[in-house]
């Protein structure tokens, strides 16, 4: 495209007049058009160019227009765009190998998807079936889609308009010590009062109408909270002793984000169902699913399973998967995001911590972190009020303009904002990220008290 501003405003023009936005109200929005994008960065068409902190929405972990993904999808195209899922295709079978080779224990079937949500609401369906028990089990402060099971599913503002149809879904709290659900003062007490918790709310659901339980492993957009050492091997053995399947919901902590193949390598477990999706083709073409363990694919040998989607394992995603997985290990992206983590982004945020005021927890692992925004250190009052708009959002609306401004696009939400980069930036693009927070941050630090 020509990168010029007169290009930029009939593309801006065209999408406020035809393109309906997603979570927005239409009048009041007002979109970049985007000329380009290559690695962590994107630029516009006025000639401004940005560190993408944000990997999308939390997808790009290769970053943008990795060659070789780019060059297996063209490839793919010439060879077979697209075929019928109930055949056997070549690059499908090769991503549901690399797949399942990676995912852990003996998550050894995969069902595709084209997304998160729809991997969210197969897992439901296939829990459901399996064990012939109707509810779900999920935690306040999640995010599992924006279909109808997987939004009531999710524990977040964006669910309250939706609620029409949460039958069956009960909610419960998961650990978080910053701001702890259970007035616990260390991560032992947390994590022993939070397996309390949802071993109470099980006793009085009925363990027997339980189907499963539904966790992001480390949950994302809610705030990339690391759950206590024991707490989800905890939740695994209530699980198994209540006969309820665990699903592991890594769409967004899996695939490198967390500088492991699935963020579950770090805590030991091995759920019965894990979705997945944005990591593993970053997002080149939409693709997602369902691993599926031993036993629960068991139940469908003999009897059919009740769900399917026409574009399931598309050759092109499939393709892009093949690739992304390859150049992935090629090029060791997981091991780059942990170090990233470890050397780079994990010790730099903490320092940006120790000198403004308005950071209150920084957490996180691999390319996978939170800035806990707050008003007052000790207090630990968000910067703004849950789910704020309008002038009560102003100091994070601040903080927003002034990374742009410092070239850096963010990832806002609520009184966070997240650092999630493309996995494999280089140590200088992630410093230069940082010096982009640390101006910011003193924009925020102006609304502290
Ligand atoms: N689950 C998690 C943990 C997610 O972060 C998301 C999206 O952000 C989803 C599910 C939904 O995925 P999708 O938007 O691809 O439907």
Known sequence: P??????????????????????????????????????????????????????????????????????????????????????AIDVRSEAARLIAERTPGDLDKIFFTNGGAEAVENAARMARLHTGRPKIMSAYRSYHGATSTAINLT?????????????????????????????????????????????????????????????????????????????????????????????????????????????????????????????????????GGVAISAEIAATFDKRPYPGGLTYSGHPLACAAAVATIRAMEEEKVVERAAHLGEHVLGPGLRELAERHPSVGEVRGLGAFWALDLVRNKETREPLVPYNATGEANAPMAAFGAACKKNGLWPFINMNRTHAVPACNITEAEAKEGLAAFDAALAVADEYTV
């Open 2 to 87: 020509h990168a010029d501003p007169e290009t930029g405003a009939a593309v801006k023009a065209a999408d406020r007049a035809h393109v309906f936005h997603s979570w927005s109200a239409q009048g009041l929005i007002d979109p970049l058009a985007v000329a380009g994008a290559e690695g962590a960065y994107f630029w516009d068409y006025d000639g401004n160019r940005y560190l993408d902190f944000t990997s999308g929405l939390v997808y790009t972990n290769i970053g943008y227009q990795h060659p070789r993904v780019v060059a297996a999808i063209q490839e793919q195209a010439a060879r077979m765009t697209t075929f019928a899922p109930a055949f």
């Open 155 to 287: 524990g977040d503002p964006r669910r309250w308009a939706s609620d029409t149809a949460s039958a069956g879904v009960v909610r419960f709290w998961a650990p978080f010590l910053y701001r702890s659900p259970f007035h616990a003062e260390n991560e032992a007490q947390e994590c022993e009062r939070a397996l309390r918790h949802l071993e109470d709310t099980i006793a009085f659901e009925g363990p027997q109408s339980i189907a499963a339980i539904i966790l992001e492993t480390v949950p994302g957009t809610a705030g990339i909270m690391t759950p206590p050492p024991g707490y989800l091997p905890g939740v695994r053995e209530i699980c198994d002793r209540y006969g309820i399947v665990l699903v592991l919901d890594e769409v967004m902590a899996g695939f490198g984000r967390t500088g492991a193949w699935f963020a579950a390598e770090h805590y030991g477990v091995a759920p019965d169902l894990l979705t997945f999706a944005k990591g593993v083709n970053s997002g080149y073409v939409p693709l």
